[in-house]
């Protein structure tokens, strides 16, 4: 999960090292734990590195020649090797004649970088990338095809690497396995442009091509062209592209985490406008999928983080309205898991990044078993995208923040109008849930408007050093979500329990240091919630209840308007528990946006 970028400049009059900067601004997302960039000037590498975000490479670069043309970038997200400046790329190999940036892993990295110090080859850094450039470096006798198609050869694992070599100073060489690289023309001005991400290009209109596995791209001048890897060029086509300044403004709002949990009323209301038909829901996506949908007996549910919390939330509802069986499962784990080959099995695969390398990697490992293969997604042209067999698009524009909110609700609404989408394709009817459906945007702005008492209570509560989150039913999957969203952003521990669940263990911990925070729905399952709550009141836990009402458990209460509400609380709930983290983050004085350690796109497993 790092961002790797390269620019050649044709007739514009771009500085190619700042171009590269601002591209790497895009991709900080993809990780921020040093940067770097570097050109050949004068027949040798010049490069410019820094530990921490690319903000802190501006000031260096300004000193660049101006006449530079052509540039490698890399944001980092670290892997193997601290987070160091030897460690940062652009690496440079042991001859000092190519820079090189990676993202990836090169699993047999150890073994190759014996092989090459055995042969008198020496290493400055921690890392599997300057394996690469060594490795590439050791083969290279002014042939780089055939040296990068030896080179490749020597390694198991996952890239997408850009390099450059002093030989060829206005020459750009690509590859990728198993990660995303996109390569855009500008068609205004001819630039090319090469990304781990196209919606990093500056804004423009590009001829665009997505590097397929092993496959070497050669960028010089406005040339672009690509070899397979036995180094035969291949004939290609070019797709069109067009990137608008994207979301990076904050519009006001103190952090993108904000702004962000700020656009979901709005997101919901959209996503209910396009889905809604007559008195119910429905995706045009499918409309050529009706024999498929009706016989599929199976619903397996792939995602990692926060989108496989949305997966298991929604369980229980695909299951109720479409009576088909219905796993939830972790990208990470799906992969290497044993499976039984069931029939007629529909994957929903979750991904706001579609990029995300344990996803992929459990999709790529089944693909041929599922009956139809739906990605609910975030980003169009993503490697997701590209593999499976529709594409629901979240519609929920950029989301910056690592910290995925937006995303996140736009999924969980996107699984339960597919419910329906598929209940009605099977003969069902719920036109039961339309008007609940379409009360949302108003309970969303209920929680809004307690948004001062939920921070006030995140002020008090960031004292905490130990957190529980507990609830009933599928307030428990909520309170999956709610915990990751503190531990990321507050670095604090957190732990989400099944309310009834405490009492068989985990109520070994409570005292007055550790905090419960309580999502209360409704019934009975809240009366019993509350009886939870008082074991721990009993032991001088201190408790904040979201929702419920009448109860007499802590005085830490806040309540918002669901009465519209019976089976789609989850959304509204979930939306105060982000607030209830930022704050908690904020009072820390946490960097919100870009956590530690984080990245907001995770391509590697
Ligand atoms: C969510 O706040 C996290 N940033 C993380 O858990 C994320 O949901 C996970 O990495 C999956 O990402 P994806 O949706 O892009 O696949």
């Known amino acids: 999960m790092c961002g790797i970028y390269g620019y050649i400049k044709a007739s514009s009059e771009k500085k190619a090292l700042e171009t590269c900067l601002d591209g790497l601004q895009k991709l900080q997302y993809r990780g921020y734990d040093s940067a770097g960039v570097a050109a050949i000037h004068n027949g040798s590498i010049l490069s410019f590195k820094t530990v921490g975000k690319v903000d802190l490479l501006t000031s260096l670069v300004k000193e660049s020649p101006k006449e530079l043309s052509a540039a ?10 601290r987070v160091s400046s ?18 990836g892993i090169i699993e047999n990295y150890l073994e190759v970088k014996k092989r090459l110090e055995s042969k008198g080859v020496t290493f400055s850094s921690e890392t599997d990338t300057e394996v690469c450039a060594n490795l590439i470096s050791y083969y290279y006798d002014g042939d780089m095809l055939s040296a990068l198609t030896r080179a490749f050869a020597d390694i198991n694992g996952s890239f997408a690497i850009v390099l450059m070599h002093k030989d060829f100073p206005e020459t750009i060489y690509a590859s990728a396995r198993g990660c995303p690289l996109a390569i855009g023309i500008c068609e205004i001005s001819g630039d090319v442009y090469i990304s781990s991400d196209s919606s990093s290009f500056s804004e423009s209109s590009y001829s665009t091509y997505f590097l397929q596995d092993n496959e070497i791209a050669k960028v ?12 035969k060029e291949k004939k290609i086509s070019l797709s069109p592209l067009t990137i608008t300044e994207n979301e990076t403004l904050k519009d006001g709002y103190e952090h993108f985490m904000l702004k962000e949990i700020h656009e979901q009323k709005g997101l919901i209301e959209r996503i209910l406008h396009k889905r809604k038909k007559q008195n119910s829901f429905y995706y045009r996506e499918l409309e050529d999928d009706k024999d498929l949908l009706n016989q599929v007996q199976h619903i397996e549910i792939i995602a990692c983080g926060s989108s496989y919390h949305a997966g298991l939330i929604a369980k229980e509802f695909l299951e109720q309205e479409t009576r088909i069986p219905v796993s939830v499962h972790l990208g990470s784990q799906y992969r290497y898991a044993k499976h039984l080959d069931k029939a007629n099995t529909l994957a929903i695969i979750i991904s706001q990044s579609g990029e995300t390398a344990d996803t992929l990697a459990a999709l790529e490992s089944r693909k041929e078993h599922f009956l139809l293969t739906i990605a609910l997604c975030n980003v169009e042209n993503s490697t997701l995208t590209r593999k499976a067999d529709r594409f629901i698009p979240l519609m929920a524009k950029k989301e910056v923040s690592v910290c995925s909110t937006k995303a996140f609700t736009a999924q969980l609404l996107n699984l339960y109008l597919l419910g329906i989408h598929l209940a009605n394709a099977l003969g069902a009817s719920c036109e039961k849930f339309t008007k609940e459906l379409l009360s949302l945007p108003l309970c969303i702005e209920s929680v809004y408007s307690k948004e001062k008492e939920i921070a006030s209570f995140a002020k008090e509560y960031s004292s905490f050093p130990y957190f529980f989150f507990v609830g ?3 307030m428990y999957p909520v309170c999956l979500e709610a915990a990751l969203k503190l531990k990321e952003i507050s670095y604090l521990p957190a732990e989400a329990l099944p309310a009834g669940e405490m009492k068989h263990g985990p109520i070994a911990l409570i005292d007055e240091k550790l905090a419960t925070i309580a999502f209360l729905t409704k019934g009975e399952i809240a009366a019993k919630t509350i009886s939870n709550l008082s074991e721990i009141r ?30 789609f609380l989850t959304i509204p709930y979930s939306i105060a528990g982000q607030i209830f983290s930022y704050y908690l983050a904020k009072e820390l004085d946490r960097e919100i946006d870009f956590p530690r350690n984080l990245a907001k796109s995770v391509t590697v497993e």
């Open 86 to 103: 030897a460690n940062t790329h652009p690496q440079i190999d042991y001859k000092e004649s190519l820079a090189l940036v990676h993202n």
């Open 472 to 474: 009933r039913g599928q």
């Open 72 to 81: 490698i970038a890399h944001t980092r997200w670290a892997t193997h090797g």
């Open 220 to 231: 010089d001048g406005k040339t672009l062209t690509i070899y397979d890897d036995q180094a």
């Open 538 to 567: 009993a032991r001088n836990g201190r408790i904040l209840t979201f929702g419920g009402n009448n109860h007499e458990v802590t005085k830490d209460q806040i309540t918002f308007e669901t009465d519209s509400l019976e089976t």
